[in-house]
C-alpha cells in the first residue's frame, strides 16, 4: 500500500478524551477515529489489524470444528420476550420500532436468534452436536463507554453456541473451544490468564473468562504465583485451615462502644486486632433473613453466599430492617442470642477465633471474650473474598491479585434457553429432550485494543507481527531524489511480489515527520531508503528491538524474510 | 466440511412465501432463513458463497486502488441534519434513540459519515484523491421487503467513496470503479449490462447502473440489439429522424368528440391512427402550467421533461388545475389557440404529422386536419421513451428491451455533500474548495440472490466455480460399509492437502435423499463413493452437464485438479 493512497491521519498530540494507552495511540496513529461516544470508525490500518485478528478467529474456530454463520442484527422483540431477556436486559439492550410500529432489538448477544433457528431446523439426536460462530457486529448501550475500543457501544464480536444431546457431549466441546481460545490469544502475543468465573448456579467450572493482564482493567483476578490456577476474586474458594490460638478463654462480657460502629472503630476502642472481631452482616436472602458472620480483616462475598443458599437475590439489609429484625442498629448485630427465626451463618475463619468482639444486638454495645461454638452456633462455610497471601485454591504457591481485560467467555449454558424458547430433540428412544447448549464469546474488536495497550512503548506501538497491519515499512527519504523514488519503488514491488505486506511511505514530506510516523505506527521491520541510495544500500531497523543496520539491496529482501520468520 | 458438522437443512418443498427461483432455492438448498421480513440469516453454505463475493470484491477494490476501512452502523442524527437528508429520507431510514434519548440512523448509506471524516481528516489537495470503500451491513425500512435476498431490510453492501480535487481526477476514479465493476460481475459469471441511468441535473454520462439481466428484474433497460449500449429506458435519447408524409395538408376543423377522451376512445371514433393523433399533457412544472405534446402512439417521458426545464418538480396537472388554466377537461386539451401564459413544448416527432387530430380545449371537441408549424407553434425537442425497434442511440443496431436487477451502481456525486457539509480543501493557491466526490455501490448479498437466480436448473442450484460454497462434493454412499467410508474419508483428506474446498457426505442417510441434496445444492463437481469402493473405484459427475464418468481412485485426484482448472 502506498501511503499517498490511503489514510492514516496521525496526530502529535494526545487526544483529550483518552485515557489509556491504547485509546491514544489508536487514535494518535490513525487507526481509528470516534463517530459518537463508544461509537467508531476503524480507518485502514485499524481495519487491516481487526482482519487479521479475525482471520486468527476464524482459523482457530474452524480447527475446533465451529462453523461460520452470519446472523442479523435487527432482532424481532418476540424472540427476546420468549426468552425473557426483553425485559430483564435493562438499556444496555438497544430497541427501536420499524414502520410499521414492530419491536426490534439490535442484536447484543444471538442466543435467542441461534435457539429459534435451531428450534426449527434440528428435531433428532442424530443431527447433533453442533457449534456454530459468526464474527459479527454487536450493539450495547453501554452507560459509560469508555477506553475506546475496551468498552464501545457499537462493536465486533465472535459469538459462537454448540447445541448438544447429553452433557458429555458439551464438555468435549467446551474443552475444545476452551483449547481454541488458549490459542487465539496467544497467537495475539497476549499475557492472558483464563480464569474460573461466575456461573450463578451452574459451579465454577462450568465458564472461564479470558483475561488479559492490565492495570486498567476492570476485573480483579486471583492467581497462583506458581501454577495456572486463576479465577475471578468474586469465584476463588478459600482453603485455609485455621488454628486457634492456645490462649484460655474468657469469660464473655458486655462492654459499651459508644459511637463504634466500624470494625476499624470497635477495634481501635477497644484496642483489640480486627482479626478478633466478628463482622456480623445482616442479608436478605430472597425472602428470609440470615445473618452471616466473617472475622473483622476478611470480606464477605455475597456470591458465595448466594451458592450457599442456591438464592435468586442476595442483598444486605436496610438499617430499617435490621432494626426490625434485630432490634439494633447495624453497627451492633452479633451472633449471640439472636431468635431462632434468624439463620446464622459463619465464614471457616470465625470458628478459630478465641476471645473475639462482637456486637450485643444493643444500640452502642458490644460483647467482649467471645467464644464460638461456647457463646453461639453458627454453620460454618467458605464464604468470604480470597485475598493476597492465601493459598492457592489448587494447593501451589500463594494468591496474588492482578487486574484483567475480559477479552474472551467461555459458558455452559445448559438448558436455559432451549427450555424458554422449545428447543427440542427426539433422542434415541424418541423422547423430547431440551437441547444442552453452550456458549463462546470473543471481543474482537475489545482484542484489538487489548493487543494495543500491550504492545507500545514511549514511541507507538509495537505491534507483534501476527496482527500488524503491515510486516515491512519502506520510507524513501525523499522522493523528489530519483535514485531514491526508484529505488524505494523497486524494494516495494519486490516484496509485494514475494507477498511481503508493505507500507510504502513515498509522500513528499520531511524525513522526521516520516520517521515519527513509523515509530507511531509501528510495522515491525523498516526499511530506510535514503543518501546511500545511489550506492544500493538501504538501512534495515527491528522496531522492537531499535537494532538496525545496513545492507545492499541485493540482500535486503532475504535478511527481511529472515527476519520476519524468527 | 462434513456435513454431519455442519448446517444445511434443505427442504423437499417450495417455501410458500417465495416467489422468485434465488429465494425458493436459497431457503430449499438451506443457504438462508428468514428471520423477520426482509431480514435473513445466512447458514453455512450462504454464508461461504457470500464470502466468496466478497473476495472478489476485495480483490477488484484492491486493483482499482481503494482502500478497505470499516465505518459504524449507528450514525449520529446531527450528520443527517447537515446533509438535509434527516429529513427527506423517508421511512427507509430506520431510526432510534440512544438511552440518553440522542437521536441515531442505522446507515442506510455512508455518505455524511466519511464527508465528515474526510472533512476532519483532510485539509490539503495534496492528500487527494482518496478512494475508500467497506463492505459494511446496511439498513433500510422497505416499504415491502420482497424475492428474499433481493430486497431486503438487513443486507451487506460494499459502497466506495473517492474525494477529488479536480473533476479529471473523479473522472479518472470513476472510469476504474466502473472498469472494477465490470470485473466483478463478469468473475461472479452474471449476464449484466453497464445501463447509463438518471443522474438528475448532472447528466447521463454520469452515472451508471450495473443491471443483471433477469425478467424478475425491477428496472427496464433499453439496450442496442447490436452494440454495448445500455441506458435505463427513462434515459435512453431517442434520436429517430421523422419525415412528414406527403399527404397535402386539408383545412383544420372542429369535431365533435362526445365521450371520447383517452387517445384510442379518440382514434376509434374518429377513424385515424393514433399515430395521428397529437396527445396534448398539461404538466405543473414547478410552479408554472406547461402543455407538452407528444404522438399518439407515444409515452411522455416526465424526466426528459424535467431535465429540459432544470425543474425540481414535475407532476401531470389534476383535472381542477387543467379546467381552470385550459378552461376544458384533460381529455380534451390541444396546443391551438393557447393563452401565451401556458408554454407549448412538442417532442420532434409531433412536427411531422401531416392532418393530424388534437383537442380543441373544449369538452367533447377535437380538431382534426391539424398540421403543427401552420396551426400552432411549440418548442421540439426529445420528450419521449424510447421504444422497442428505435434506432440505438449510439447509431448501432436496434433498441430492445429487458428487465434488470441493479446490483452496482457508479455516481459522479460531485459537491453535494462536501457544500452541504463543509469538506473543503485547500488547493494549490491556498484556496478553500470542496472536495468533489464519487461514490460507487455494489448490493454483495443481492450480488449473490442475482447469482442464484441465474444458475439454476429444475434440481437446484449450478453455482459457477467462481462463487460455489465448495468445489467438490464427495458422496459416500452407504457410511456403514468400511471400504466406502474409509475410501471417502481418504478421498476428503487427500483433496483437503490439495487446498481443494470439499464437502463430504459422511451422513446416515439414504442415498437418494444424498443425490438429491446434493443436486440441490449444486456444488460443481460431485465424487461418489459406492459399490465399486472396494475395486478403487468412484464415479465423478458434473453438476453443470451432467457429464459423469468412473474413474479409479489414484486418477480422481489429478482428474478433479483438470476439470477445475478449466
Redesign the interface.
Known sequence: ?RQS???I?TLREVPADAEVKSHQLLVRSGFI?Q??SG??????L???V?QKVEEIVRQEMERA?S??????????AELWKESGRWYSYG?EL???N??HS?E?A?GATHEE?ITS?LR???KSY?RLP???Y?IQ?K?R?E?RPRFGLLRG??FVMKDAYSFHASQESLDEVYDKMYEAYSRIFERCGLNFRAVIADSGAMGGKDTHEFMVLSEIGEDTIAYSDTSSYAANIEMAPVVTQYKKSNEAPVELEKVNTPDARTIEEVASFLNVEASSCIKSLLFKVDDRFVLVLARGDHEINDIKVKNYFEATVVELATPEEAKEVMAAQIGSLGPIQVSEKIEVVADHAVKAVVNGVCGANEDGVHYQGVNPERDFTATYEDFRFIQEGDASPDGQGIIKFAKGIEVGHVFKLGTRYSEAMGATYLDENGRSQPMIMGCYGIGVSRTLAAIAEQFNDEKGFVWPQAVAPYHVHVITVNVKNDEQRKLGETLYNQLLDRRVEVLLDDR?ERVGVKFADSDLIGIPVRVTVGKRASEGIVEVKMRQTGESFEVHVDEVESKIMEMLAK
Chains 1, 2 share one sequence.
Open positions: 500500500m493512497a490511503t489514510l491521519p477515529r463517530n459518537a461509537v467508531y470508525s476503524f480507518l485502514p485499524g481495519k487491516k481487526l470444528g462453523v461460520e454463520l452470519l446472523m442479523p442484527a435487527l432482532q424481532q438499556p438497544m430497541r427501536m420499524d414502520r414492530r426490534f439490535l436468534v433457528l426449527d431446523e434440528v442424530k453442533l457449534n456454530l459468526q457486529t450493539f448501550d452507560k457501544r457499537e513528499q
